[in-house]
């Protein structure tokens, strides 16, 4: 792709209809993709789906990745987000502003659990979303003014897409029925940080964190997954306006946050193509 030279300040295009981040243009995504934080797991995935037929492969100055093939005879993308709020935000709203109609977004994460019933290689499916934001306000206030400032916010819970999880839940559950991996439904909590709001220590820095998880389950005992991104696609597409976006996320746990155990790459890398089939077989199959 060529990107030609951008115009217009609020929402930065360039003559063939390119957005400035993802660098597509009309025609160049699907309406049904599998969306994943890392770049290699997009390729593995493509690699990995039987019949998937790629059609391109573009990944621009930004490195984010953005395959399109047919899979079963329909469209379908796989996009490799990048991580964290700011990266999602861009590829939710530079999608939808490429597309036309409904969007069917399926995020295959990683994910930290905060829950005891959740082991390592578990599956954990988001029935809904919370956001955990270190708040800026409290770390630059006097000891005074911080009475009543709460280091962390936790958000409100964003719903999933009824059908679609409910679709990807069904695909889920079949497909990891030769494995050991259960799959757990479950609040996602998406933290802007990999470390300060999902509780990791670091000396380091002032985080005021050690009681963010502690806190997180007392609000929302259904927590079963930490991630970075799930809340933020919950989020974008129940307020999108421009026709609708259906989204769910499912993600493979690699960290047991109470036991302290990370998952072997063999076993992520296993479930990851098992997963990618099942979130391509529930976006194949939805009738839009
Ligand atoms: C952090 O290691 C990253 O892993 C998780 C988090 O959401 C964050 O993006 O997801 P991905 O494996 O999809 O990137
Ligand atoms: N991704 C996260 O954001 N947290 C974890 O603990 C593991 C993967």
Do not use: W
């Amino acid at each position: 792709t060529q990107l030609g030279e951008m115009s217009d300040a609020n929402f930065p295009k360039d003559e063939f209809g390119h957005v400035y981040h993802l660098g597509i243009g009309p025609g160049d995504v699907a309406n049904r993709i599998i969306m994943v934080g890392d770049t290699h797991r997009a390729k593995l995935l493509a690699d990995s789906i039987e019949g998937y037929e790629i059609y391109s492969d573009y990944t621009p100055p930004r490195l984010f990745r953005i395959i399109t093939g047919t899979y079963k005879g329909i469209k379908l993308s796989i996009v490799g987000t990048l991580m964290g709020i700011a990266n999602m935000d861009f590829c939710v709203r530079e999608i939808r502003a490429v597309t036309k109609g409904p969007l069917y977004l399926i995020r295959l994460g990683t994910c930290g659990t905060p829950s005891d019933e959740v082991s390592l290689g578990d599956v954990v499916l988001a029935d809904k979303c919370v956001g955990i934001i270190r708040n800026p306000n409290f770390f630059h206030s006097t000891e005074e003014e911080k009475e009543g400032i709460d280091p962390y916010i936790f958000t409100k819970p964003v719903e999933a897409s009824k059908p679609l999880f409910s679709g990807l839940k069904s695909e889920v559950e079949l497909c990891l029925k030769s494995f050991e991996s259960i799959s757990h439904v479950g609040v996602d909590a998406s933290a802007d940080s990999f470390y300060s709001s999902q509780g990791r220590i670091d000396s380091a820095f002032d985080d005021e964190n050690e009681a963010v998880i502690g806190d997180l389950m007392k609000k929302y005992p259904e927590t079963k997954s930490l991630e970075m991104e799930s809340f933020t696609l919950f989020d974008l597409a129940t307020c999108c306006r421009k026709s609708e976006i259906h989204a769910a996320s499912v993600a493979i746990v690699i960290a047991q946050r109470k036991s302290g155990e990370f998952l072997e790459t063999s076993k992520k890398v296993l479930l990851s193509r098992v997963l990618g089939i099942a979130i391509a077989d529930t976006l194949v199959g939805i009738e839009a």
